[in-house]
């Protein structure tokens, strides 16, 4: 049996995936289990709340790392900016973007995104990341060196998105959580300039 190339950290996955957590599902899934293991704990994933992020970083730290060992992998492989501190734990974790350090809020979260996070982008051994943007963000905001990072671009599966035949109104489709820094207040008042009755806005999130 060959030595796996990586441990993939799967803890972030709930019964309920989305986002981060959907990422984590469909790239464990194209990932060839024999050369990338993956370790699925339950009760950790932001479906279980509060509770459930403090026992997934919990976890991270003290009971990861020793899953590593047993496993024989070079590396832990992880698909978002969580991953063991301890010295000796090599890692490579996918950063998606710094939204939360470029417009940090007043929550429980503040100290895990403005402390935990840019550590572990620090001590990685490679950081993913979803885009060239949040590869420039990571670079100019957090100082990781450029040789340390990679763009992985997020994809999509054919057989749940592809063009139908259908004949479709005119309208802006709108994607995402209504946070201040998403600017929908402007996008409202420069909708409802348009001339185009016709023109629907919809959003989704």
């Known amino acids: ?77 992880s698909p978002l900016p969580e991953a063991p501190l301890a010295i000796g734990v090599p890692t490579v974790v996918l950063a998606h973007d710094l939204l939360p350090l470029r417009y940090p809020q007043p929550s429980p979260l503040l100290a895990y995104h403005l402390a935990y996070v840019p550590l572990v982008l620090h001590r990685a051994r490679h950081v993913l990341c979803n885009s060239e943007a949040t590869a420039r963000e990571v670079h100019g905001r957090l100082r990781v060196p450029l040789r340390q990072l990679s763009v992985l671009r997020l994809g999509f599966s054919q057989g749940l998105l592809r063009p139908m035949a259908l004949q479709r109104q005119p309208f802006l489709l709108v994607l995402g959580r209504h946070d201040p820094h998403k600017n929908l207040a402007r996008l409202l008042r420069a909708f409802a300039r348009l001339t185009n009755p016709e023109q629907l806005l919809h959003f989704v999130g």
């Not at 060959?2 to 464990?28: C, H, Q, W």
Request: hydrophobic share 45%; proline share 10%; glycine share 12%.
């Open 1 to 77: 049996m060959s030595t796996p190339l990586a441990l993939f950290n799967g803890s972030y996955m709930g019964e309920k995936p989305t986002g981060i957590g959907v990422v984590a599902r469909d790239l464990a899934a194209a990932l060839e289990p024999g050369k990338f293991p993956a370790v699925w704990p339950k009760g950790l994933s932001p479906n279980h709340g509060s509770r459930g992020h403090l026992r997934r970083l919990l976890w991270t730290q003290l009971q990861l790392p020793k899953l590593w060992r047993a496993s024989g992998a070079p590396l832990v492989l």
